[in-house]
C-alpha cells in the first residue's frame, strides 16, 4: 500500500486513546471503557458479596429475623447481613460459589464474550450452584455447619437432594 516513502511518511496517525470511543460513532458500550467498568463493577460486588459472608453471624438482624438492633457484626451492615443470610438460607455454603463465578467475571479479557449473556453458561452456573448444594445437603450434618446455618447446601441443596432420592427411588 506504501508504493513511495513520501506517503509512508506523509501519512496521518491517529492520535485518540484507546479508551476514547472511535469518531465513527461508536457507542460507550463499545469502548474498553465500558469493558473496564463492568470489570470493576463485577469485582467490587463479589468482594461485597464475599466480605458479608465471611462476617456473617446468626444474631444479626437480617431477612429472616428482624429487629431495631443497630449494631452488626457482619462487616457490610444491615444490607450485608440481609444479602448473606438470604443467600445461606437459599445456597447454603455453595453460596460462595456464587463469589467465585463473579470473580471469573473480571478476569475475563476484553475479546471474550460476556459470561451472563449467554443463557446456556448461566444455566450452567446455576445447575452447578444446585447441584453442589445437593452435594453439601447429602456430605455435612447439620452440626457441621459453620456460623449456625440450618442447611449446609441451604434450601435449594435440601429440595435438589430431596428430588433425587425421590427419583432414585
Known amino acids: 500500500p506504501y508504493n513511495s516513502p513520501d506517503m509512508f511518511f506523509n501519512r496521518k496517525k491517529n492520535k485518540t486513546s484507546r479508551y476514547l470511543a472511535s469518531n465513527s460513532g461508536a457507542s460507550l458500550k463499545e469502548s474498553p471503557v465500558w469493558n473496564d467498568l463492568l470489570r470493576l463493577f463485577w469485582w467490587v460486588v463479589a468482594l461485597f458479596i ?3 459472608l465471611l462476617s456473617y453471624s446468626s444474631s444479626d438482624p437480617s431477612w429472616t429475623t428482624w429487629s431495631t438492633q443497630t449494631a452488626f457484626q457482619n462487616w457490610m451492615g444491615r444490607s450485608g447481613s440481609i444479602l448473606s443470610d438470604v443467600l445461606f438460607q437459599f445456597f447454603g455454603l455453595s453460596a460462595f460459589a456464587l463469589v467465585f463465578f463473579l470473580l471469573r467475571q473480571t478476569k475475563k479479557s476484553r475479546t471474550d464474550e460476556d459470561f451472563l449473556s449467554s443463557k446456556w453458561r448461566f444455566l450452567a452456573v446455576a445447575l452447578f450452584i444446585l447441584s453442589w448444594g445437593a452435594l453439601l445437603e447429602a456430605l455435612f450434618p447439620q452440626h457441621w455447619a459453620p456460623w ?3 442447611h449446609t447446601g441451604g434450601i435449594s441443596g ?7 432420592n425421590y427419583l432414585a427411588g
Open 50 to 52: 464475599l466480605v458479608s
Open 148 to 150: 449456625r446455618i440450618n
Open 158 to 164: 435440601a429440595l435438589s437432594l430431596s428430588l433425587l
